[in-house]
Nanobody
Framework: VQLQASGGGLVQAGGSLRLSCAAS??????YAWFRQAPGKERKFVVG???????SYDDSVKGRFTISRDNVKNTVYLQMKSLKPEDTAIYSC?????????????WGQGTLVTVSS
């Protein structure tokens, strides 16, 4: 099982990026994106269930949108109106159970840098 995240990069404040996380080897019920800013702990950003139900951290509501393609086993994170405080390593996570806060599988991070 492998989760491959991509799409990070350098963007100016107010700009947009789309992250992707492709899962190989298994279909997952839940996906989530977490981020870890320099010198800080990893934090939950957004999660999505099989049917598309989602939950967002307050800091990204209205700016980030998570979606999934169950045929491609891929989850996306569309990020708009990016702020310097969004700068972090973004990691995707996945789990086969339909509910809960634990994620068994993790991908490598992709760095998002937002310049002011």
């Amino acid at each position: 099982v492998q989760l491959q995240a991509s799409g990070g990069g350098l963007v100016q404040a107010g700009g947009s990026l789309r992250l992707s996380c492709a899962a190989s080897g298994r279909t997952f019920s839940r996906y989530a994106w977490f981020r870890q800013a320099p010198g800080k702990e990893r934090k939950f950003v957004v999660g999505i269930g099989w049917s598309g139900d989602s939950s967002y951290d307050d800091s990204v509501k209205g700016r980030f949108t998570i979606s999934r393609d169950n045929v491609k086993n891929t989850v996306y994170l569309q990020m708009k109106s990016l702020k310097p405080e969004d700068t972090a390593i973004y990691s995707c996570a996945a789990d086969q159970t339909p509910w809960g806060s634990h994620f068994e599988f993790w991908g490598q991070g992709t760095l998002v840098t937002v310049s002011s």
